[in-house]
C-alpha cells in the first residue's frame, strides 16, 4: 500500500512540470496566433465592409444606402474588434500549429507577403466580379429552379 502512495505521489509530481508546459505552450501559441493576426491586418480586413458589400449589389438605391448605414452600424455595436480579435487569434491556434503560426509570421513579414495583404481587397474584388459576371446570366434559370422547388415541392 505504502508503494502505491508513493507511485502515485511520483506520478502526481513528474505530472505538474508536463502541466505547466502545456499551459506555457499554450500561452506562447495564443501569442503567436495574436501576432499573426495582427500582422495580417486581420481588424482592418477580414471585417464586414457594409458600404463596400452593398455597393456591388445596389447601384444608386437610396433604399439601399439606408439599410447600409444601418446594417453598418448594427456591425459595429455587435462586432467590435475587441469581441471579434480573440475569436480570431483562437480560430488560427486550433487551425495552426505554434510551429506553422511561426512560419506564417515569416511569410507576411517579407514584401511578397505584405504584397498579398495589400492585394487581397482587390483580389477578392476581382473575384465577386467574376462571379457576378458568370452568374448574371442564369440568374431567371436559378429563379426558376427556387420556384419550381417552393411550389412543387420536388426536383424540376
Known amino acids: 500500500m505504502r508503494t502505491l502512495f508513493a507511485g502515485l505521489a511520483l506520478l502526481t509530481a513528474m505530472a505538474a512540470p508536463v502541466r505547466g508546459q502545456q499551459a506555457a505552450t499554450a500561452a506562447t501559441h495564443a501569442a503567436a496566433a495574436g501576432e499573426l493576426v495582427d500582422l495580417m491586418r486581420l481588424g482592418e480586413r477580414a ?11 445596389a447601384g444608386d438605391n437610396p433604399m439601399v444606402a439606408q439599410m447600409t448605414a444601418l446594417a453598418t452600424e448594427f456591425y459595429k455595436e455587435y462586432l467590435p474588434w475587441e ?4 475569436e480570431f487569434v483562437s480560430i488560427y491556434q486550433t487551425t495552426f500549429t505554434e510551429s506553422e503560426i511561426r512560419q506564417l509570421i515569416a511569410f507576411y513579414r517579407t514584401p511578397i507577403g505584405q504584397k498579398l495583404i495589400e492585394k487581397e481587397p482587390e483580389m477578392m474584388k476581382a473575384t465577386l466580379a467574376v462571379t457576378q459576371k458568370l452568374l448574371m446570366p442564369h440568374m431567371m434559370e436559378l429563379q426558376q429552379r427556387i420556384m419550381t422547388r417552393m411550389g412543387g415541392g420536388g426536383r424540376p
Request: no cysteine; hydrophobic share 45%; net charge positive.
Open 83 to 86: 469581441k471579434v480579435r480573440p
Open 47 to 57: 471585417m464586414p465592409d457594409m458600404g463596400g458589400l452593398a455597393a456591388g449589389f
